[in-house]
C-alpha cells in the first residue's frame, strides 16, 4: 500500500464517517459522543493516525476526535465527542460521584456472574476499576436481567437453533 498524502488521509477519514453515519452532526447535537466501528476504514497509515486526528481535531473545534483500540487491540473504534456535551456530561457525572454510592466494572461483572452466570465483552475495553454511579450500576444489572430473561424464555436458543445460553 502506497502512503497516500496527510490530506488525502483526512478527506478519506471525512468520506468514511458521511458513509458509516451520516447523521453524524444530528447525532451529536444530541449525543455527547458517538462510537464509529473503524476496523473497515483502510485510510489508517502506520504512525499517521494520531496526525489526521490533529487536522481534524483543528479543522473541527466543537468536536475532539480519537481512535482507540478495543477488544484487547484486535478492533479499533472512532470516537467524536460533542466537547461542550461531554464537558457537560462529566461535569453531571462528577456531582453524581461525589454524592452518590460508587460501583467498579470489576463488581458489575463479578455481580453479573455470580447472580446470572454471564461473562460480557465489556471487559476487553472498559477499565475494570473504572467508576460506575449507582443509577448506572443498577441500569447495567437491569439490561442483562432483562436479557437473561429473553434467553431463558427461549430455552437458551435463538430463532436459528443457535445457543445462546447453557
Same mark, same amino acid.
Given at each position: 500500500?502506497?502512503?497516500?498524502?496527510?490530506?488525502?488521509?483526512?478527506?478519506?477519514?471525512?468520506?468514511?464517517?458521511?458513509?458509516?453515519?451520516?447523521?453524524?452532526?444530528?447525532?451529536?447535537?444530541? &449525543?455527547?459522543? /458517538?462510537?464509529?466501528?473503524?476496523?473497515?476504514?483502510?485510510?489508517?497509515?502506520?504512525?499517521?493516525?494520531?496526525?489526521?486526528?490533529? /487536522?481534524?481535531?483543528?479543522?473541527?473545534?466543537?468536536?475532539?476526535?480519537?481512535? /482507540?483500540?478495543?477488544?484487547?487491540?484486535?478492533?479499533?473504534?472512532?470516537?467524536?465527542?460533542?466537547?461542550?456535551?461531554?464537558?457537560?456530561?462529566?461535569?453531571?457525572?462528577?456531582?453524581?460521584?461525589?454524592?452518590?454510592?460508587?460501583?467498579?466494572?470489576?463488581?458489575?461483572?463479578?455481580?453479573?456472574?455470580?447472580?446470572?452466570?454471564?461473562?460480557?465483552?465489556?471487559?476487553? &475495553?472498559?477499565?475494570?476499576?473504572?467508576?460506575?454511579?449507582?443509577?448506572?450500576?443498577?441500569?447495567?444489572?437491569?439490561?442483562?436481567?432483562?436479557?437473561?430473561?429473553?434467553?431463558?424464555?427461549?430455552?437458551?436458543?435463538?430463532?436459528?437453533?443457535?445457543?445462546?445460553?447453557?
Amino acid at each position: 500500500m502506497t502512503d497516500m498524502s496527510l490530506a488525502a488521509q483526512v478527506s478519506s477519514l471525512i468520506s468514511f464517517i458521511k458513509q458509516e453515519r451520516p447523521n453524524i452532526v444530528n447525532e451529536l447535537e444530541k &449525543h455527547a459522543e /458517538v462510537r464509529i466501528d473503524a476496523d473497515n476504514f483502510n485510510g489508517w497509515y502506520y504512525g499517521q493516525e494520531q496526525k489526521v486526528l490533529d /487536522v481534524m481535531n483543528k479543522r473541527y473545534p466543537k468536536y475532539l476526535f480519537e481512535h /482507540v483500540t478495543v477488544y484487547g487491540g484486535n478492533a479499533s473504534d472512532l470516537y467524536i465527542s460533542n466537547r461542550e456535551l461531554k464537558r457537560q456530561e462529566d461535569k453531571r457525572r462528577e456531582l453524581e460521584l461525589i454524592n452518590k454510592p460508587t460501583h467498579t466494572y470489576m463488581e458489575l461483572w463479578q455481580k453479573l456472574n455470580k447472580d446470572y452466570g454471564v461473562q460480557t465483552s465489556s471487559t476487553f &475495553h472498559h477499565n475494570p476499576s473504572a467508576i460506575l454511579t449507582d443509577s448506572e450500576f443498577q441500569e447495567q444489572l437491569a439490561f442483562y436481567k432483562a436479557m437473561c430473561e429473553i434467553i431463558r424464555k427461549n430455552n437458551g436458543v435463538d430463532d436459528k437453533n443457535n445457543i445462546l445460553w447453557r
